[in-house]
Nanobody, 114 residues
Framework: QVQLVESGGGLVQPGGSLRLSCAAS????????MSWYRQGPGKERELVAT??????NYADSVKGRFTISRDNAKKTVYLQMNSLKLEDTAVYYC?????????WGQGTQVTVSS
């Protein structure tokens, strides 16, 4: 059974940092593209960052502030978020994708507020 379990969300002040984690099970983690998406209040879900092989890609809105990384041995993907802004407030979702396989976590809330 495939599971993606996010953790690490919370309330943080503008300029602060958070590190999200997504623990995976039930599939061959190293074979999958791992991504973080987010959905802010009243907004559509958007891609934040992707890790596939040795490549990483980021949305323009988070470049230079967020870093995606993965530990294939631990079957975990991370999102280090620095210099957080009010507009980063959203539910953050972990996604695993390969061919026909496309899996989502339940999401973790990140709230940036003073």
């Amino acid at each position: 059974q495939v599971q993606l379990v996010e953790s690490g969300g919370g309330l943080v002040q503008p300029g602060g940092s958070l590190r999200l984690s997504c623990a995976a099970s039930g599939f061959t983690f190293s074979d999958y593209t791992m991504s973080w998406y987010r959905q802010g209040p009243g907004k559509e879900r958007e891609l934040v960052a992707t890790s596939t092989g040795g490549f990483r890609n980021y949305a323009d809105s988070v470049k230079g502030r967020f870093t995606i990384s993965r530990d294939n041995a631990k079957k975990t993907v991370y999102l280090q978020m620095n210099s957080l802004k009010l507009e980063d407030t959203a539910v953050y979702y972990c996604n695993a994708h390969r061919g026909w396989g496309n899996y989502w976590g339940q999401g973790t809330q990140v709230t940036v507020s003073s």
